[in-house]
């Protein structure tokens, strides 16, 4: 008898912990699906990729041709937020329009489009299944490569 008390305590126990966490996983899923694809920003790159703005480096290069912040932050007091945002394929709508944080997966350097940065878009977006902007940065990436393929020989 007293195991039985022991084993339904314990399952008491684990259901109110469950309830407990459930609810929080919803509602951060539900901010997390906030993130939406940045269309004006993947229009903007296909025009930047096809006026041969685009850098064919290779896959983790982001790490360093990534901008600073301080480029980021000069960029936007040059040029403003609505310019910056071209730059993110993604936008998050939990964050006011004219914050940094509002813009996600960037893929270019303010004057080309980066491979790298196009590859880290992608991975990202598909390790936290933004199909949507996975496969925005995928088609940028086969232009990308496409334009790698179409180079002279002897580049």
Same mark, same amino acid.
């Given at each position: 008898?007293?195991?039985?008390?022991?084993? +339904?305590? !314990?399952?008491?126990?684990?259901? +109110?912990?469950?309830?407990?966490?459930?609810?929080?996983?919803?509602?951060?899923?539900?901010?997390?699906? !906030?993130?939406?694809?940045?269309?004006?920003?993947?229009?903007?790159?296909?025009?930047?990729?096809?006026?041969?703005?685009?850098?064919?480096?290779?896959?983790?290069?982001?790490?360093?041709?990534?901008? !600073?912040?301080?480029?980021?932050?000069?960029?936007?007091?040059?040029?403003?937020?609505?310019?910056?945002?071209?730059?993110?394929?993604?936008?998050?709508?939990?964050? +006011? /329009?004219?914050?940094?944080?509002?813009?996600?997966?960037?893929?270019?350097?303010?004057?080309?489009?980066?491979?790298?940065?196009?590859?880290?878009?992608?991975?990202?977006?598909?390790?936290?299944?933004?199909?949507?902007?996975?496969?925005?940065?995928?088609?940028?990436?086969?232009?990308? /490569?496409?334009?790698?393929?179409?180079?002279? !020989?002897?580049?």
């Amino acid at each position: 008898m007293r195991n039985r008390r022991i084993v +339904a305590a !314990s399952v008491t126990i684990g259901l +109110a912990l469950l309830c407990a966490v459930l609810p929080v996983a919803g509602k951060d899923s539900e901010n997390f699906r !906030s993130i939406k694809l940045n269309t004006d920003a993947l229009t903007y790159a296909k025009k930047l990729i096809s006026e041969g703005h685009v850098v064919v480096d290779r896959k983790g290069a982001w790490a360093k041709d990534r901008p !600073s912040t301080e480029l980021e932050n000069e960029f936007i007091r040059v040029h403003g937020f609505s310019e910056y945002a071209k730059w993110h394929l993604g936008i998050d709508d939990r964050y +006011a /329009e004219n914050t940094k944080g509002r813009y996600k997966f960037p893929y270019g350097d303010f004057k080309n489009v980066h491979r790298c940065g196009v590859l880290a878009a992608q991975t990202r977006a598909g390790e936290y299944r933004y199909s949507e902007i996975e496969n925005a940065a995928a088609q940028l990436r086969a232009l990308v /490569e496409g334009t790698r393929n179409a180079a002279p !020989s002897g580049e």
